[in-house]
């Protein structure tokens, strides 16, 4: 019987094939590159909305807390009564130094009441003299700068910054000029305000911003805070205004 002699012809690929290969491999490639981009901006937006959610947490609570205390002072049965009122309690001020200079269009305040540690944990000296004479008081001043919230107080000549994020923060006074004494009857700025004395609540206003560019665009918003100018920023940041009225407690 004669053999018959099977070759076994080997197949390679074509050309085209090749082709039609590296083409899907590059468009399955540009896909998880896609997503791989998207998940990167999602996380990076919300890790930049947690950032100015906490900031907003933190600056509001901490301001509005030491707002509430201005004017604050022991009864006349603690062991150093105080003889008269402690005024003013809020000084609606431009207060800057060399080293501290506000330049940020921001308002500054100034909050006074009785404490032995000042906004930063800080001892306060005793009152040597005077009708709180023997007493501590706090002397907070907070302000804006380079986009922090700051606080120097009475306790240390240094100041330190308390929240990040914080672009910037507008204040207006509520004035009492009528026969209510619980409630304001107009918001001013502080030039506009002839006696401390008849403010009865304060409104803040801060406008947050995020740590990272996180916008696909250049964000083309004006902001207005309170009274202050309108401001269009020129970047891609998150950015957030958030406004609360406090009420001065101790002068009511």
């Not at 930063?120 to 804006?144: D, M, W």
Request: glycine share 6%.
């Amino acid at each position: 019987m004669k053999k018959e002699d099977i070759r076994h012809k080997q197949h390679g690929f074509t050309l085209v094939e090749i082709m039609i290969a590296i083409t899907i491999g590059l468009v399955m490639l540009a896909g998880i590159l896609q997503i791989n981009q998207a998940n990167k901006e999602s996380n990076r937006l919300q890790r930049n909305m947690g950032f100015v959610q906490e900031n907003i947490r933190s600056a509001m609570e901490l301001l509005a807390r030491d707002i509430r205390m201005a004017g604050y002072y022991e009864d006349d049965n603690s062991a150093n009564p105080i003889s008269a009122p402690i005024a003013p309690f809020v000084v609606a001020t431009t207060w800057d130094d060399s080293n501290e200079l506000n330049t940020t269009g921001s308002d500054t305040i100034t909050l006074n009441y009785e404490s032995d540690q000042d906004c930063l944990g800080q001892t306060t000296p005793v009152v040597a003299a005077g009708p709180a004479a023997g007493n501590r008081f706090a002397i907070n001043h907070y302000f804006i700068r380079d986009q922090r919230l700051m606080c120097r107080g009475n306790g240390n000549a240094t100041a330190q910054p308390l929240v990040d994020g914080v672009e910037s923060l507008q204040i207006l006074y509520g004035e009492n000029t009528n026969d209510d004494p619980l409630s304001a009857n107009r918001y001013v700025r502080a030039e506009q305000i002839a006696d401390m004395g008849n403010v009865v609540s304060v409104r803040i206003g801060m406008r947050f911003i995020s740590q990272e560019t996180v916008r696909s665009a250049i964000d083309a918003n004006s902001y207005t805070l309170l009274d202050a100018a309108p401001f269009t920023p020129n970047d891609r940041l998150l950015r957030r205004e958030i406004t609360t009225t406090v009420s001065l407690r101790n002068n009511l």
